[in-house]
């Protein structure tokens, strides 16, 4: 079974955008060695728990360190770009790392308004259907190019290209144009089985065939007491957003030391079951059931935890895992 990496490059409390980028080089060598299939990286602005804020160079210095594993962005967030350069930088990518390279697109703000103002003005992310925008994207990449501007790096370096959502019309998208399509399982988990089925049911293309893969929030560690004690911090962090505080995530002593009311822990639990939390054993078993839930042939596994070695090492136990689970046969439309 195919797992890979979705890496925020999270910027935990006490540290800081240049411990987290170089935390994601780490763990990417790692997971390279491990046997990941694909490691990718978002584009988010103005968010101070996260340094992952380009992704075309986070992409190519990764790319860089590893030597296996197929390297992209979970997403590029098209509105905020001109398709063109977007299909300038990841040619140029695909042209230094041939057949290693992902571009996975997505259409939200990718941080509050007023940054994704900053970045581009709405006017200009709007202009334009997200469609279109894809469409034209792809224009870029084709040999024939009868455009009179053209992407020159683009041209016979063409990386696959996905489309990213959370819900049935990023679906639909996906599979009327024949795209990959990867599912944010760890932002919408009861949406992703009929995503996934809306997309295979529209598939249309001559010459491919339907790929999918689901990310999926996991905290794994050797016992299931470790697991929860780690959980702590990504569930003090969720209590904090809903009560209105926005905090870097803490410790999971911190959150160990908190004292929580009953509706403090209703609410952790209504907002944070998305998270799969628990020993390799329970892990195993959560991640079999959204392979069967969804048929999806591919997991891509984030994982929110304070420390950088527990991190590690939950992707080591997951590596484990992965031998173990079933391919789900995807249900027929």
Known sequence: MRVSVLDTSPIVQGSTARQALHNTVDLAVLTDELGYHRYWVPEHHSMRGVASSAPAVVVGRLADATRRMRVGAG????????PIVVAEQFGTLAAFHPGRIDLGVGRALGGPRRAAEAVRSEHERTAKSFAHQVAELIGYFAPDQEQ??????????????WVLG?????ARLAGSLGLA??????????GAAEAVHTYRELFQSPTG???TLVSVSVIA??????????AGSTRLKVLSRVRGQRILLPSPE???????TEQDRAEIAARSGSVLVGSPDTV???LQAVLDDTGAEELMITTPVFDHGDRRRSYELVSQIAGLLRPARPASG
Do not use: K, M
């Open 75 to 82: 997403g590029v967030l098209l509105p905020n770009h001109a």
């Open 148 to 161: 009179s501007v053209r992407a020159v790096p683009a041209i016979g370096n063409t990386p696959p290209i």
């Open 166 to 170: 959370s819900s049935t019309a990023s």
């Open 181 to 190: 399509y990867a599912f944010a399982h760890h932002l919408n988990p009861s």
């Open 209 to 211: 065939t339907p790929s």
């Open 221 to 230: 560690a050797d016992t299931e007491e470790r697991a929860e004690w780690l």
């Open 254 to 260: 911190e959150a160990a030391a908190r004292s929580y």
């Open 284 to 286: 195993r078993e959560r």
